[in-house]
């Protein structure tokens, strides 16, 4: 948009979208961040259909048929104990993306406000959450949702509780640095010198400034939560067996690379494109959002 | 008659930089003791270089920072006291302008939303009369009521500054401080901008605050004008008084280093060696005795307070022990106070203000 001189000129120009319009003319004009929003909601629409889909039972052993190939009557092989892979897939799928999906929003709703709440008040509410936030970032990511995990009790439910609080000092620190650096803005200062509250000048001034960070890191976390309930399945405190979950199902495979890598390829390539998926749809909403054209 | 609309007394900020494990804090006195009188319905301007503390001045009149000591009184209330709440009430009547048009503006809200802000953070009128408000503000500074839809970066730098002015306009204030208002605008841009200002105080009876360095703006505007030098006033007064008759050698220096455009119209300046000092460890005795040629033994030693100088009534104050000795050159001609460039740009906006069908609605020249 360049700049314009002369108002007289102005009134002749088009109206401008108003901001819904302008979101998705945005976001519809990124090719990657709508393969992004495809991929997801391949996945999710595999995640819910999974019951009506012609699958056959993802639990059903079968011993004539372990560790074998893709076939016609298994198109993605079967695992060590002759289940359908792609079966397993398909209701994995609902498992990893609770993971990944209810763990993060977890991570970002509580850690969010108290890192904006650190940035913002500073002083001693800054020290108790920042103090606390290190000593959860003391233990690594791993060792301290098993630790979680194994405290709360083994369900797929208490394991993404476990996933998500121990994701969450990442989403504090966050939202602290951001918070702390948009409070320098003028605007903020502007903000104050109208007279406006501080919940306000929270809601309106500071998280929408922060929000693309943010974003950014929760796709990225994703990633991490859906590996992370995966190994929490291994060691039995995630997702139960005989239920499949793609992180499960890929630690078992790592066992039989060689004899069977049908078995890590698949649950790894949804992974993978999962993961892609949501990278993708968060830079694209996060570009959409910004009111700035690019 | 006039009233005091602002008073500040004794008011002093401390900023600390550095605070070591033991020992003394290192403290920089922003602003060392300013007292000020501001009668409604005046522009006021306080000038200095940069780093003399007229920013943190500013701020501290609107308590966008709290002082350290010292207090400010808005129409007989104390504002550095106020509970957070009454503050917060009172900001309705005292508006602030920001020097920086481009990061003074929440770039994720619409132009509408900025200026109908302070009547919602006020509880003023319904959602359609905010929004009736807003545009009959846009229309006064010179925008269309279609702008209030785009986002601030969509605008100029000019065009933003007015939406400023708009935003600070909306609850109807009575004083309303601008810290360095037309700065960081072009100079086509800020007469422009300093004549809204001004339509805008005779339309509302605004008092208007104008924090800045360039003299000619200030000259244009304002009817009295405070010097600051290294966190104090050295010289208050009427602006015509000021320019012509300065009493401070410090003013003096300011003037002469107005450029003159005129050809042998150059005369012998006053020249200011050095920087400003160190405000971590102002010299001692008058803060300006480092680089004012007039320094004498006394001026080492001993601070001067600001006291009335020149004739009765005319409220001019200086702080200089020898303003009564000192005949210091101020600017004699009044066409060379303004350079020529500077003239012509508002002669030239003054032409196409009086040919405009309403204030400020032109922008070229």
């Known amino acids: ?294 | 008659m006039t009233r005091t609309i602002l008073k500040a007394t004794g008011l002093r900020k401390d900023f600390v930089t550095q605070k070591p494990l033991f020992g003394a804090p290192t403290v920089v006195k922003a602003v060392n003791g300013v007292d000020l009188d501001i009668q409604a319905g005046e522009t006021f301007a306080i000038v200095g270089e940069s780093g003399c503390g007229k920013s943190t001045l500013a701020r501290l009149l609107v308590r966008l920072i709290e002082p350290t000591e010292g207090e400010v009184w808005f129409n007989d209330r104390d504002i550095a006291h106020l509970p957070a709440d009454d503050m917060r009430a009172l900001r309705k009547d005292l508006q602030f302008i920001f020097q920086d048009p481009f990061s003074s503006l929440n770039p994720r809200m619409t132009v509408g939303a900025l200026i109908e802000e302070p009547l919602r953070a006020h509880g003023q009128g319904d959602s359609a009369a905010r929004q009736a408000r807003v545009a009959e503000l846009l229309g006064r500074v010179g925008l269309t009521p279609a702008h209030a839809d785009r986002f601030p970066h969509e605008f100029s730098g000019g065009q933003r500054q007015r939406i400023g002015i708009a935003r600070a306009l909306a609850t109807g204030p009575k004083l309303i401080i601008g810290d360095e208002p037309v700065s960081a605008l072009d100079v086509s841009i800020q007469a422009q901008v300093v004549n809204i200002l001004e339509d805008l105080k005779a339309e509302f009876g605004l008092t208007l605050i104008v924090i800045a360095h360039d003299l000619a703006v200030i000259r244009h505007m304002s009817d009295r004008v405070a010097v600051m030098y290294l966190g104090e006033l050295v010289e208050v007064g009427r602006c015509e008084d000021l320019f012509s008759a300065p009493r401070h050698p410090y003013t003096e220096a300011l003037l002469a280093a107005i450029p003159i455009a005129s050809v042998g119209a150059r005369k012998a300046r006053t020249q200011l060696d050095g920087d400003l000092p160190n405000p971590i460890s102002p010299p001692p005795g008058c803060r300006f005795h480092t680089r004012c040629p007039y320094a004498s033994a006394r001026c080492k030693t001993e601070h001067p307070p600001l006291r009335a100088a020149g004739p009765q009534g005319a409220g001019h104050q200086v702080a200089c022990h020898h303003a009564d000795d000192l005949s210091l050159q101020g600017l004699q001609d009044a066409s060379a106070a303004r350079s020529a460039a500077a003239s012509a740009r508002f002669d030239l906006y003054r032409a196409a203000r009086g040919a405009a069908p309403g204030p400020a609605t032109s922008e070229t020249t």
């Open chain 1, 1 to 294: 948009m360049s700049t314009i001189a002369d108002p007289q000129t102005q009134i002749t120009d088009p109206a401008p979208a108003r901001r819904g319009s302008r979101f998705w003319t945005k976001f519809r004009a990124n090719r990657a961040a709508l393969l992004g929003g495809v991929l997801v909601t391949f996945f999710v629409a595999v995640a819910l259909l999974a019951p009506v889909l012609p699958l056959v039972d993802p639990t059903a052993t079968d011993w004539l048929a372990v560790r074998k190939p893709p076939s016609p009557a298994h198109p993605f092989g079967t695992d060590e104990i002759g289940r359908d892979v792609l079966s397993r897939m398909g209701w994995g799928a609902q498992a990893s993306l609770l993971a990944g999906v209810v763990s993060v929003a977890i991570a970002v709703l509580l850690g969010v406000p108290l890192g904006m709440l650190a940035g913002y008040l500073r002083g001693w509410t800054d020290a108790i959450i920042s103090r606390m936030t290190e000593a959860l970032l003391a233990a690594p990511f791993l060792i301290l949702a098993i630790a979680l995990a194994a405290f709360l009790g083994p369900s797929l439910s208490n394991a993404m509780i476990a996933i998500g609080l121990s994701a969450m000092p990442i989403f504090i620190r966050l939202a602290r640095a951001q918070t702390l650096s948009v409070m320098t803005e003028d605007y903020v200062e502007s903000a104050r010198a109208i007279g406006l509250r501080d919940g306000a000048l929270i809601w309106r001034y500071i998280l929408p400034n922060i929000i693309p960070p943010i974003l950014v890191q929760s796709t990225l976390t994703i990633a991490t939560a859906i590996i992370a309930e995966a190994s929490l399945s291994f060691l039995g405190l995630g997702q139960q067996p005989p239920a499949p979950s793609w992180g499960s199902m890929l630690n078992i495979a790592k066992n039989f690379l060689e004899q069977a890598p049908w078995m890590a390829l698949y649950p790894g390539i949804a992974i993978f494109l999962v993961v892609l998926g949501f990278n993708l749809l968060g830079d694209g909403l996060r570009d959409a959002l910004d009111p700035r054209d690019h």
